[in-house]
Every structure is written in structure tokens, then in C-alpha cells.
């Protein structure tokens, strides 16, 4: 055991070694590591159980958010502010560690390796835009009920209404739907993005409370074969060349993981685990 100081400063894996039973220290800890799981639910929901991301994000989104924020305050009032520092660290590093990330996955994309802006799927996917379990991901993309109707509502019309229409010349009146599909797509890809950091800062706060941050190499491992083994589960890989590009991006984001939290929280760890 340690002080009831630095009691708080353990990541999971120092509690279980030295046997802590403290619900001080679990209590909290879990409903963040609650949280951090509950934040990519809905992309696996989506591709595995066809339950649409239009319907589960705006639930579990916000609830994973609110879950990190009340453990946090529910530590502080046991003294402990420490799991709030952490999940500070863990935000900063997170958007630069996804941010890495990104810049992998455009070197991909120009290069023909990976063959979709994920965060624009996202973005897509939330706003029902994407058929739950298809689209882009798995090449075999199903238009909405709403985008089928449109369609078919284009397909069926007669031809004198688009002679009609050619008649109108300069009477012309503008598509409202033309004029607002730029505004449309732009809320969406940053809707996208934005689901995309937040899941990339629960990663990390993943990793700070499974690990710590002296342990900074296993960033790494744990964002290859833990966080992007998961992402295969959900959404699969195109080809072998994207599988490999897709572990480095991911070993990648671990590394810078590692190292911005080490810089901030490595120096205030315990010295044994």
C-alpha cells in the first residue's frame, strides 16, 4: 500500500499489483473507464447490430462526457484532483495524438492506400446520411429510406416537367436544396471530426487509467492491438497495404500518447509499481 496521497496517482494496473480496496480510488476510476468505452459503442453498434449512429450518439456521447466530468468531481470531494488533472492531460494529448494520426491517414488517402476520409463517415453515419452497417467502410454503401425516395422521385418524373423547366429560361428559380447542401455538408464533416477527437481524448484517458503515464512506451501496443484491433472488429480492413498503413497511424498516435503524457503526469507517477 501506499500513502493515502499518492493512493490517487495509481493507474489500475499499480492498484490490482499492490491489492488496493480503497472505493475511493475504484469508485470513480471505473465511472471514467466507463466513459472511455461508452465513446466509440455507437460506431460498433452501427456496423454490428445496425442500430443507426443518428440514434445512438446524441445518448452515449454526451453520457460518456458527463460520466469523466462527474468522476472527476466525485474524486475531488475524496481529496483527490488528481483523475481530473488526468483526464486534462488526457484531452490535450488525445486531439494531438489524433491529430497525428490524421496526417497518416491523408498521407494514405493521396496515396491511394486508404480509401475514405473516416471522419467524414462518421459525420455521415450520425446524421443518417449512411444506412446503418454499410457505406464506405465495407464498399457495399445502401442509401437511406429518405435518399431512395429521392431518387426514385428524380427517376419517375415525366419529361415534360423538365422541358417545362427549360422553357422558364431566364425566369429561372434557384434549387433550395442546392443552396443549402454546402451548408449541410460542411456541419457534417465537423460533426464527424468532432465525434472523432472526442473519441481519440477517451483512448487516452483509456490508456492513463489502465497504465499510467511512466509506463509510456505501452501506448503503442495498446492502441495497435487493443484500440485499432477493436476498430478491425467493427468496421474490417480494404487490403493488406490499408491493414498495415492503418497499425502505423495507430502506432503513431500511440507513440505521441506516450510521450505528451509523460511529459506532463510521468514525473508525478509513483516510483514502484
Same mark, same amino acid.
Given at each position: 500500500?501506499?500513502?493515502?496521497?499518492?493512493?490517487?496517482?495509481?493507474?489500475?494496473?499499480?492498484?490490482?499489483?499492490?491489492?488496493?480496496?480503497?472505493?475511493?480510488? =475504484?469508485?470513480?476510476?471505473?465511472?471514467?473507464?466507463?466513459?472511455?468505452?461508452?465513446?466509440?459503442?455507437?460506431?460498433?453498434?452501427?456496423?454490428?447490430?445496425?442500430?443507426?449512429?443518428?440514434?445512438?450518439?446524441?445518448?452515449? =456521447? %454526451?453520457?460518456?462526457?458527463?460520466? *469523466?466530468? +462527474?468522476?472527476?468531481?466525485?474524486?475531488?470531494?475524496?481529496?483527490?484532483?488528481?483523475?481530473?488533472?488526468?483526464?486534462?492531460?488526457?484531452?490535450?494529448? &488525445?486531439?494531438?495524438? $489524433?491529430?497525428?494520426?490524421?496526417?497518416?491517414?491523408?498521407?494514405?488517402?493521396?496515396?491511394?492506400?486508404? %480509401?475514405?476520409?473516416?471522419?467524414?463517415?462518421? @459525420?455521415?453515419?450520425?446524421?443518417?446520411?449512411?444506412?446503418?452497417?454499410?457505406?464506405?467502410?465495407?464498399?457495399?454503401?445502401?442509401?437511406?429510406?429518405?435518399?431512395?425516395? &429521392?431518387?426514385?422521385?428524380?427517376?419517375? #418524373?415525366?419529361?415534360?416537367?423538365? #422541358?417545362?423547366?427549360?422553357?422558364?429560361?431566364?425566369?429561372?428559380?434557384?434549387?433550395?436544396?442546392?443552396?443549402?447542401?454546402?451548408?449541410?455538408?460542411?456541419?457534417?464533416?465537423?460533426? &464527424?471530426?468532432? !465525434?472523432?477527437?472526442?473519441? +481519440?481524448?477517451?483512448?487516452?484517458? @483509456?490508456?492513463?487509467?489502465?497504465? @499510467?503515464?511512466?509506463? !509510456?512506451?505501452?501506448?503503442?501496443?495498446?492502441?495497435?492491438?487493443?484500440?485499432?484491433?477493436?476498430?478491425?472488429?467493427?468496421? &474490417? *480492413?480494404?487490403?493488406?497495404?490499408?491493414?498495415? =498503413?492503418?497499425?502505423?497511424?495507430?502506432?503513431?498516435?500511440?507513440?505521441?500518447?506516450?510521450?505528451? $503524457? =509523460?511529459?506532463?503526469?510521468?514525473?508525478?507517477?509513483?516510483?514502484?509499481?
Amino acid at each position: 500500500m501506499v500513502d493515502s496521497v499518492r493512493i490517487y496517482e495509481l493507474s489500475f494496473l499499480d492498484a490490482f499489483l499492490q491489492r488496493e480496496k480503497s472505493l475511493k480510488f =475504484w469508485l470513480p476510476h471505473l465511472l471514467a473507464l466507463a466513459g472511455a468505452v461508452l465513446a466509440p459503442l455507437p460506431l460498433v453498434l452501427d456496423m454490428k447490430v445496425h442500430v443507426g449512429m443518428s440514434a445512438t450518439v446524441p445518448v452515449l =456521447w %454526451p453520457l460518456s462526457i458527463l460520466l *469523466v466530468i +462527474g468522476s472527476a468531481i466525485l474524486a475531488a470531494k475524496s481529496g483527490n484532483r488528481h483523475l481530473a488533472k488526468m483526464a486534462l492531460v488526457a484531452a490535450v494529448a &488525445g486531439y494531438m495524438a $489524433t491529430a497525428t494520426y490524421d496526417a497518416t491517414r491523408i498521407m494514405g488517402m493521396s496515396a491511394g492506400v486508404t %480509401p475514405m476520409d473516416e471522419a467524414v463517415d462518421f @459525420g455521415l453515419r450520425i446524421t443518417g446520411q449512411t444506412a446503418p452497417g454499410h457505406g464506405p467502410t465495407h464498399g457495399n454503401e445502401q442509401p437511406t429510406p429518405e435518399a431512395r425516395s &429521392g431518387d426514385d422521385h428524380r427517376q419517375t #418524373a415525366r419529361p415534360d416537367e423538365h #422541358a417545362g423547366d427549360a422553357h422558364q429560361g431566364d425566369v429561372h428559380q434557384p434549387d433550395v436544396h442546392q443552396e443549402a447542401a454546402p451548408a449541410r455538408q460542411g456541419s457534417t464533416v465537423a460533426l &464527424g471530426y468532432a !465525434w472523432h477527437y472526442s473519441n +481519440g481524448m477517451m483512448f487516452s484517458l @483509456g490508456y492513463l487509467l489502465l497504465f @499510467g503515464a511512466r509506463r !509510456w512506451p505501452w501506448a503503442i501496443p495498446y492502441m495497435v492491438f487493443v484500440i485499432y484491433s477493436g476498430m478491425i472488429f467493427a468496421v &474490417g *480492413v480494404h487490403s493488406m497495404a490499408n491493414f498495415i =498503413w492503418e497499425a502505423v497511424g495507430h502506432a503513431a498516435f500511440g507513440l505521441t500518447l506516450g510521450l505528451v $503524457t =509523460w511529459a506532463f503526469l510521468g514525473g508525478n507517477e509513483p516510483a514502484h509499481a
